[in-house]
């Protein structure tokens, strides 16, 4: 697949995410209670499949999602302190139970970290791409060689299925609202 129709696949990717996060900011508005994804299933379709829904977030997804960013985060550690097997999960479940009390403290005070550490998420986003303009050259190796005779069919066909991949990094698509 040439650059072009990868980085097309990265806005196709974009818009259904936008698209799904009206939708979900639509349903929010329509419905204004706690609950988010797992009540509108089961108002839409059946209080099971709220519930089916709302069950695995508690017990498969978030717990699995929240350990392993526990997990990769202490791992980005022990690449500087070379912690132990033992030490690296006691610091991830240390850092759960962090994370934990700072939402029992309560929601607002917590939303002033995520707000402030944010920025430290944004920062590298911004410096690669300012970097990446300032200093970046095209090497001729990366691009690929575009096919001369792929027809508008073959190239439809490539497309077709190349942004599936993408989104479930998308956040509504992934798991919905926070």
Known sequence: MSMGLALLCWIVGGIVSILGGLCFAELGASM?????????LSRAYHPLLGFINGFNLFCINGSGSTAALAIASVAFLDGVMHLSSLTSKLLAILLIAAFTLINLVGVKKA???QNFTMVFRLLPIVLIIVFGFCYGRCHTGLVSAPRLLMTTAE???QFRWSPLPLLPHYGPLKDGPI
């Open 32 to 40: 204004p209670v706690a609950g988010g994804q797992t009540v509108y």
């Open 111 to 113: 939303s002033y970290l």
């Open 155 to 157: 190239s439809l066909v």
